[in-house]
């Protein structure tokens, strides 16, 4: 296909594993840092990525990259895609500054969302949107070196379960570009909310042993993770989530707990899976404590009892919950 100009806002792990991915298949790729940034980033990014997009899984080895940066953006500057990748407490700030900024450009949302679609990411406006979500993942290390993963598949679905639109389709044909495979949706909104909850019991137990990365090594909080995690199913089907509908994303929830913490234990000693986990060492950083906090206001809000997150989120320092809630 033709190069399509695209910029990715910010520089995380999801924007610098997709950003290189969508480079290398040719296409004009630039990141929107805060002023200043760019400097400090330097001239070059070193990866240690798993590629799984050929199915071999080998590391690629020591990758050095130079991203190009922007800390300007107005409406002429004539990007057809910006992906949107940040944490879902980012997103309303994350609109606002780009929706009059964007031109016509199409916006991918990429990542988790706890509200309504449309209302996290309003005032963007909706005829320009697209919804995805990451199969990539990992974290920067003391040194900036990014270990990550970045597997073959990725995940789109329109929002209104009809056909996909002509954004929504070009926006596949670029992903599909650099050798990734779409997985549809039908329902992307039930699907976005169930891995929402999916990753709450995960941050959640993650509380009582200090991070992810800790829990490859205590197997059982993988049990604990799951069990908060099931019992926010009410709170999907009371926003309306048909739960039959997500039976592939809410599959381990219904089995058996101890089944279920065994094979995720299990996995564990995948190198992908470990990767994953091992980036994410602090269970206090601002995006996992918003996850926590947000489903149990949700829960709080619908009357729904949720004594296992209750008991996790009272682990969170007042300090913390003041500093990431503003």
Known sequence: MAAVKVLMFGRGVIASIYGWALEQA???????????????????????????????????????WSPRYREELVPDDGFDVVVLSVGHHALGGAADFLAPRIGNATVLVFGNVWEEPLDAVAPLPAKQLVWGFPQAG???????????????????????????????????DLFASAGLTVGEQQDIRGWLLAHFVADVGMHAAAL????????????????????ISRELLPVLRRRGVDLRGQRAALTLLRRPSWLMAAGVALATSLPLLRVSLAAH??????????????????????????????????????GVREAVTG
Do not use: C, W
């Not at 597997?151 to 009809?162: E, Q, S, T």
């Open 208 to 227: 009582r042993v200090g991070s992810l990365s800790a829990m490859i090594e205590k197997p059982r909080s993988f049990r604990e993770a799951f069990l």
């Open 138 to 172: 990992g974290g920067f290390d003391a040194v900036g070196v990014l270990h990550g993963m970045l597997m073959r598949r990725v995940v789109f679905g329109p929002l209104d379960r009809g056909r996909p639109s002509d954004r929504e389709r070009a926006v596949r």
């Open 281 to 318: 060492t602090d269970a206090l950083a601002a995006e996992p404590v918003r996850v926590v906090l947000d489903a149990l206001a949700e829960a709080r809000r619908l009357g729904v009892p949720v004594p296992r997150l209750e008991r996790a989120a009272a682990l969170i320092p007042s």
């Open 26 to 64: 040719g296409h004009e790729v630039e990141f929107l840092v805060r002023p200043g940034r760019a400097a400090a980033y330097g001239d070059s990014v070193e990866m240690e990525l798993v590629d799984r997009r050929r199915g071999s899984g080998n590391t690629q080895g020591t990758i050095t």
